[in-house]
């Protein structure tokens, strides 16, 4: 029955852990850029955008096409700057519990 116990008491650490990151992800930022920095998304971890800024280069009224296409270029570096950061986490708390690499949790 050891092992239950230290299983439920692992549980409960990365539960704890996993409402701390997920309070912190609530109010940190992170930025998605395209064309150089021309145009920026910024976003909280939770996928809330908070800030658009698009350089004036970019915006020209013949050719919106391809400010949609920087616009959406940008969302997405921010969603896989949001998923890395998560995993990266993910990562450190399981190697704090001991817990194996790639141990997926139902949570």
Request: no cysteine; aromatic share 4%; hydrophobic share 40%.
């Amino acid at each position: 029955m050891k092992n239950v116990g230290e299983l439920m008491m692992k549980a409960q650490k990365v539960q704890s852990q996993m409402n701390i990151l997920q309070t912190k992800m609530e109010s940190q930022e992170f930025e998605g850029v395209a064309a150089n920095g021309a145009v920026k998304v910024t976003m909280t971890g939770h996928g809330v955008p908070v800030k658009v800024s698009i350089d004036k280069s970019v915006i020209s009224p013949d050719d919106a096409e391809t400010l949609e296409d920087l616009v959406m270029v940008a969302l997405s570096d921010v969603r896989n700057k949001i998923d890395s950061y998560m995993a990266q986490e993910m990562d450190r708390i399981q190697k704090s519990l001991g817990l194996p690499p790639g141990f997926k949790m139902p949570f």
